[in-house]
């Protein structure tokens, strides 16, 4: 299903119906003309016209085999996902009269979780009457995302659906901060390895003054 997706997305040979395209390929200056003429050059050359542009003016075709398009696309898309990083959503409750004690300890758990990349999704739940508390619970969630500002970012401010009312908080990077901190540490370890060399020679010119 995946390869039939793939190929339904662009237009090959006579399925090119406009009047002209600009052509494109290995070895090829870009050049506009005639799509019948195009057809004629590409089967020339034992390749096929594939549309990749349609809604350029003109459109914008590549000559090339249509399989090894494919599967050019095909690897593309296989090294983007690669390098898709994957989030996960980590869930905090509160109550709407959460106390202190709890609130903090809830807080140093979203501060792990987005220090490892995930997201937060906090939530206030109102049980039976404590609706009535809801700007309560707003306050609260505001709260938590100012104290995890370091950590987050808020995705999503406080919304209210039925009983819970949810705030999403996106991780920020703190990559390029744990490389500074890597690199500024390496002088100071070759620093203590360099000082007994100095020292060395110091040392051993002790003994010939007694010798003397």
């Known amino acids: 299903m995946k390869k039939d997706n793939l190929k339904q997305q662009y237009r090959v040979n006579e399925q090119i119906r406009v009047r002209e395209v600009r052509i494109v390929g290995d070895e090829i200056e870009s050049t506009v003309m005639p799509t019948s003429k195009a057809l004629q050059l590409a089967e020339s050359q034992g390749v096929d016209l594939v549309e990749i542009s349609p809604n350029a003016t003109p459109p914008v075709c590549r000559l090339i085999d249509y399989s090894k398009f494919l599967y050019q ?10 390098k898709q990083v994957k989030v996960d959503v980590k869930e905090i409750r509160f109550g709407p009269q959460t106390d202190d004690h709890d609130y903090n300890f809830k807080l140093k758990h979203a501060q792990g979780f987005l220090s490892d990349g995930d997201k937060v999704k906090a939530y206030v739940f109102f049980k039976g009457r404590s609706i009535l508390f809801k700007e309560q619970g707003e306050v609260l969630l505001l709260r938590f995302a100012n104290d995890l500002e370091e950590y987050g970012k808020v995705e999503q401010m406080p919304v209210l659906e039925g009983k819970r009312m949810t705030i999403f ?10 490389a500074d901190k890597t690199v500024s540490a390496q002088p100071v ?8 060399k100095a020292n060395a020679p110091k040392e051993y010119q002790g003994p010939r003054v007694e010798g003397e």
């Open 73 to 82: 696309q095909k690897k593309r898309q296989k090294e983007m996902k690669a």
């Open 169 to 178: 908080i996106a991780p920020k990077k703190l990559g390029a901060k744990k």
């Open 189 to 196: 370890v070759k620093a203590e390895k360099a000082q007994p």
